[in-house]
C-alpha cells in the first residue's frame, strides 16, 4: 500500500508540473523568446554578448509565459466551452485558479527582475506595458469584436523592439521597422487562426473576425491586404541600412509565397485554404528574422 501511494505520489507531481509547464503556452512564448533575441541581435550587429542574450531569451519566454497563465486564468470558463482549449489546466482542473496565478506572479517577477539586473529600465517598462496590454485589454475585448486584433497587435509587437531596446537603451527608427513588420504580421496571422477556429470562438463569444464576424470575401480581402503590405514593409530593413541584399531578397521570396497563399482563401473561403496562412505566417516570420540576422552577423 505504501508503494502504491508513492506511485500516486509521483504521478500526480508529475501531471501538476506538466500543467505549470502547458500554463506557460510553451510554443507561443519560445517563439516571443526568439524574436527579442533577434531584436538584441539585429542592434548588436552581430556583436552580442551572448550572457545577455540568453538572459533576455529567457526573461522573454517567463514574461510571454506570465501573461498566457494570466489570460488562462481570466478565461477558464470560456477555454472549457472550446474543443481547442478544454484540455488546458485549468479547465480540466490540473491547476487551481491560485495555483496559476502564483505561477503567473513568479514568472512575471522574476522576468522583470532579470531585465531590470541587465539591462535597462526602458525594457523593463515596455515589458510591463507588453503585458498590462495584453492580460488586461487585449482579453477582455476579444468578446466585444475585432479591435481586439488590433490592440493585441501592439504586445504581439513588442518582443523584436524589446530586444532592440535592451542592446541600445533607446526606441530608435531601425526598432520601430522590425516593430512594424511584425505588427502587420500579427493580421493575417490572427484572422488565419480565428477562422479556422471560427465554431470554438462563436462557443465562447470571441468576436476576431473584421467585417461582422463573418468568414466572407471582405474578410478574404483584408487578409489579403495586410498580407501584401508585408511585401514592401520586409524591405525596410535593407532601405534603412539595417540589412542587406541578400535578406530583402529572402523577405521578398517569403512575402510574395505568403501572400500567394490568400488567393485560394479569396476563391474558396475554405478552412483548408485558412490553415494553409496561418501555418505560413508561422513559417514566414522567424524565416524572415533569421535572414535579417544572418546578414548582419
Same mark, same amino acid.
Given at each position: 500500500?505504501?508503494?502504491?501511494?508513492?506511485?500516486?505520489?509521483?504521478?500526480?507531481?508529475?501531471?501538476?508540473?506538466?500543467?505549470?509547464?502547458? /500554463?506557460?503556452?510553451?510554443?507561443?512564448?519560445? /517563439?516571443?523568446? +526568439?524574436?527579442?533575441? +533577434?531584436?538584441?541581435?539585429?542592434?548588436?550587429?552581430?556583436?552580442? @554578448?551572448?550572457?545577455?542574450?540568453?538572459?533576455?531569451?529567457?526573461?522573454?519566454? %517567463?514574461?510571454?509565459?506570465?501573461?498566457?497563465?494570466?489570460?488562462?486564468?481570466?478565461?477558464? @470558463?470560456? =477555454?472549457?466551452?472550446?474543443?481547442?482549449?478544454?484540455?488546458?489546466?485549468?479547465?480540466?482542473?490540473?491547476?487551481?485558479?491560485?495555483?496559476?496565478?502564483?505561477?503567473?506572479?513568479?514568472?512575471?517577477?522574476?522576468? &522583470?527582475?532579470?531585465?531590470?539586473?541587465?539591462?535597462?529600465?526602458?525594457?523593463?517598462?515596455?515589458?510591463?506595458?507588453? &503585458?498590462?496590454?495584453?492580460?488586461?485589454?487585449?482579453?477582455?475585448?476579444?468578446?466585444?469584436?475585432?479591435?481586439?486584433?488590433?490592440?493585441?497587435? +501592439?504586445?504581439?509587437? &513588442?518582443?523584436? /523592439?524589446?530586444?532592440?531596446?535592451?542592446?541600445?537603451?533607446?526606441?530608435?527608427?531601425?526598432?520601430?521597422?522590425?516593430?512594424?513588420? *511584425?505588427?502587420?504580421?500579427?493580421?493575417?496571422?490572427?484572422?488565419?487562426?480565428?477562422?479556422?477556429?471560427?465554431? =470554438?470562438?462563436?462557443?465562447?463569444? +470571441?468576436?476576431?473576425?473584421?467585417?461582422?464576424?463573418?468568414? =466572407?470575401?471582405?474578410?478574404?480581402? *483584408?487578409?489579403?491586404?495586410?498580407?501584401?503590405?508585408?511585401?514592401?514593409?520586409? %524591405? %525596410?530593413?535593407? *532601405?534603412?541600412?539595417?540589412?542587406?541584399?541578400?535578406?530583402?531578397?529572402?523577405?521578398?521570396?517569403?512575402?510574395?509565397?505568403?501572400?500567394?497563399?490568400?488567393?485560394? &482563401? %479569396?476563391?474558396?473561403?475554405?478552412? *483548408?485554404?485558412? /490553415?494553409?496562412?496561418?501555418?505560413?505566417?508561422?513559417?514566414?516570420?522567424?524565416?524572415?528574422?533569421?535572414?535579417?540576422?544572418? @546578414?548582419?552577423?
Amino acid at each position: 500500500m505504501i508503494l502504491r501511494d508513492e506511485s500516486l505520489t509521483t504521478i500526480s507531481a508529475a501531471v501538476k508540473s506538466r500543467a505549470y509547464w502547458e /500554463l506557460l503556452k510553451p510554443r507561443l512564448s519560445l /517563439l516571443i523568446a +526568439f524574436s527579442c533575441a +533577434f531584436g538584441y541581435g539585429l542592434a548588436t550587429r552581430g556583436a552580442m @554578448d551572448w550572457f545577455i542574450l540568453i538572459i533576455l531569451s529567457i526573461a522573454g519566454f %517567463l514574461l510571454s509565459g506570465a501573461s498566457g497563465a494570466i489570460n488562462q486564468v481570466i478565461e477558464r @470558463d470560456y =477555454d472549457a466551452l472550446m474543443n481547442r482549449t478544454k484540455s488546458r489546466p485549468l479547465p480540466t482542473h490540473k491547476l487551481t485558479v491560485s495555483e496559476a496565478l502564483v505561477f503567473a506572479g513568479l514568472c512575471a517577477i522574476t522576468s &522583470l527582475l532579470l531585465l531590470w539586473r541587465f539591462t535597462n529600465m526602458l525594457t523593463v517598462l515596455l515589458s510591463i506595458l507588453s &503585458l498590462l496590454l495584453y492580460c488586461f485589454v487585449y482579453t477582455p475585448l476579444k468578446r466585444v469584436g475585432p479591435v481586439a486584433v488590433f490592440v493585441g497587435a +501592439f504586445p504581439g509587437a &513588442l518582443p523584436p /523592439l524589446l530586444g532592440w531596446v535592451a542592446a541600445t537603451g533607446e526606441i530608435t527608427h531601425e526598432a520601430l521597422i522590425i516593430f512594424g513588420i *511584425q505588427f502587420i504580421w500579427q493580421f493575417p496571422h490572427f484572422w488565419a487562426i480565428a477562422w479556422v477556429a471560427d465554431e =470554438d470562438y462563436k462557443r465562447a463569444g +470571441f468576436k476576431l473576425l473584421p467585417s461582422g464576424g463573418g468568414k =466572407d470575401l471582405n474578410t478574404a480581402v *483584408q487578409i489579403m491586404i495586410y498580407t501584401m503590405f508585408l511585401i514592401p514593409l520586409g %524591405l %525596410l530593413p535593407a *532601405q534603412f541600412g539595417i540589412t542587406g541584399l541578400n535578406s530583402a531578397i529572402v523577405a521578398t521570396i517569403c512575402g510574395v509565397a505568403f501572400f500567394a497563399q490568400t488567393f485560394s &482563401l %479569396l476563391k474558396t473561403g475554405s478552412r *483548408q485554404s485558412a /490553415l494553409r496562412i496561418m501555418f505560413g505566417s508561422f513559417i514566414y516570420l522567424p524565416i524572415v528574422q533569421i535572414a535579417y540576422l544572418l @546578414d548582419k552577423v
